[in-house]
């Protein structure tokens, strides 16, 4: 089970972290990753990150402002926003892959609910 927590309210340019915990065990969070979506918007990757933290990968619209970290004795995957724009306004997700890096949805086999993220203009 994945706990997303961290969300919301934010001027532009400034920054918040997300935080997504995992509980029952480490074996099915291999690859752990970020999506957001938007009101009337579907669901797109936002970041995601492999086991040893050694590979990362980003959404080109988050890229050179979002950083992806994890702390594996924690259990915990977190996204650092900096210099976030009205359009990062989204509900963010957390989900897990037992085997691989979370690059897109079709690879997240648990996904953890959603923590709202509001950026103002």
């Known amino acids: 089970q994945l706990q997303a927590y961290g969300g919301g309210l934010v001027q532009a340019g400034g920054s918040l972290r997300l935080s997504c915990t995992a509980s029952g065990g480490t074996l099915s969070i291999y690859g752990m990753g970020w999506f957001r979506q938007a009101p009337g918007k579907e669901r797109e990757f936002v970041a995601g990150i492999n086991w040893t933290g050694s590979r990362t990968s980003y959404g080109d619209s988050v890229k050179g402002r979002f950083t992806i970290s994890r702390d594996n004795a924690k259990t915990t995957v977190y996204l650092q926003m900096n210099s976030l724009k009205p359009e990062d306004t989204a509900v963010y997700y957390c989900?897990?892959?037992?085997?691989?890096?979370?690059?897109?949805?079709?690879?997240?086999?648990?996904w953890g609910q959603g923590t709202l993220v509001t950026v103002s203009s």
């Open positions: 989900g897990s892959n037992p085997m691989m890096i979370v690059t897109s949805m079709d690879r997240v086999t648990i």
